[in-house]
Each structure stands twice: as C-alpha cells, then as structure tokens.
C-alpha cells in the first residue's frame, strides 16, 4: 500500500553536492516526519536527519550545516541536499516515514540509494 522510492546517489568527488529525493505514495492518512538513514561500510545505521509534521528539522551533528532537508507535501516527498561532501559521508542512503496508512502508524523504508565521495 505505501512505498518510498529514493533517487539522485551517485558519486561525487570531495567537495560536491547531491541532492536526493524521495516520494512516497499509497494509502497514507497522515505523515509524522520524514528523513533520511545512511550506513556506511562496517558501521552501524545512523540517523541522518529529519522533518517533523510541524516543519521543524534536526540533524546529526556531522551533517549540520552541510546538509539540508526539505519537503513537498502535497507530493509526500522528501528532500536532501547535500552540499560539501565528504569521504565519510560515503553510505546507502535510506528514506524513511513515519506515517499512518489505512488507520495504522509505522516505520516504511525505502530501498536505499548508493551515494560515494572520492576523488
């Protein structure tokens, strides 16, 4: 019934920018927030940021600054602009939204966007 589908990863040298996008679509009552998760090589799965039903956002600190994430509501898409990358920033990029469809709230995911930083 709902499924969020990632674009715009690819690789970028030190320095670049990116901007993902992720739209979501389905049965979907109403949205919570939506955001962003990366894992990167041998680490754990981190939050990367976020925005809130209010409009409100937070990130990580490794991001803030750097990173920023905005929304288009009537199209339930969520956006990330990522501007002076870094090597660490190299991760599968994962949207998430917490939201209620058909009556009941959860977590969806999607299937993850390759983003790399290397010269």
């Known amino acids: 019934q709902v499924q969020l589908v990632e674009s715009g990863g690819g690789l970028v040298q030190p320095g670049g920018s990116l901007r993902l996008s992720c739209a979501a679509s389905?049965?979907?009552?109403?949205?919570?927030?939506m955001g962003w998760y990366r894992q990167a090589p041998g680490k754990e799965r981190e939050l990367v940021g976020r925005v809130y039903n209010d409009g409100s956002t937070d990130y990580i600190d490794s991001v803030e600054g750097r990173f920023t994430i905005g929304r288009d509501n009537a199209k339930n898409t969520v956006y990330l602009q990522m501007n002076s990358l870094k090597p660490e920033d190299t991760a599968v990029y994962f949207c998430?939204?917490?939201?209620?469809?058909?009556?009941?709230?959860?977590?969806?995911w999607g299937q993850g966007t390759q983003v790399t930083v290397s010269s």
């Open positions: 389905g049965s979907i009552d109403s949205i919570n927030a």
């Open positions: 998430y939204a917490d939201l209620r469809s058909i009556g009941v709230w959860r977590n969806y």
